[in-house]
């Protein structure tokens, strides 16, 4: 079975920055794409940013600007850049790796953006 496993979250204060990691159990190339979603309490699960295996990018307008999403196919691993942080960025952060048929999500990392 797949396996993603996310690290890097935390707390942070307003305008900071986090890296988030998604390491993937299997080679990432094999994913049709991959991708960072967020859940905040009480709201559904949205989707923040993508990359598929061609290299095109995709971002949710509220993170534009801010986020970078990236891949280290070497390493099995995307990241999740997160510059200029609001609070409103706070949520559980999940990965999510797309095959034609199959989803596979971690199981989520939290981030805190607070003073």
């Known amino acids: 079975q797949v396996q993603l496993v996310e690290s890097g979250g935390g707390l942070v204060q307003p305008g900071g920055s986090l890296r988030l990691s998604c390491a993937a159990s299997e080679s990432i190339n094999r994913f049709y794409g991959m991708g960072w979603y967020r859940q905040a309490p009480g709201k559904q699960r949205e989707h923040v940013a993508s990359?598929?295996?061609?290299?095109?990018?995709g971002y949710a307008d509220s993170v534009k600007g801010r986020f970078t999403i990236a891949r280290d196919n070497a390493k099995n691993t995307v990241y999740l850049q997160m510059n200029s942080l609001k609070p409103e960025d706070t949520a559980a952060y999940y990965c999510?790796?797309?095959?034609?048929?199959?989803?596979?999500w971690g199981h989520g990392i939290q981030v805190a953006v607070s003073s």
């Open positions: 990359i598929t295996r061609a290299g095109s990018i």
């Open positions: 999510r790796a797309d095959e034609a048929i199959n989803v596979y």
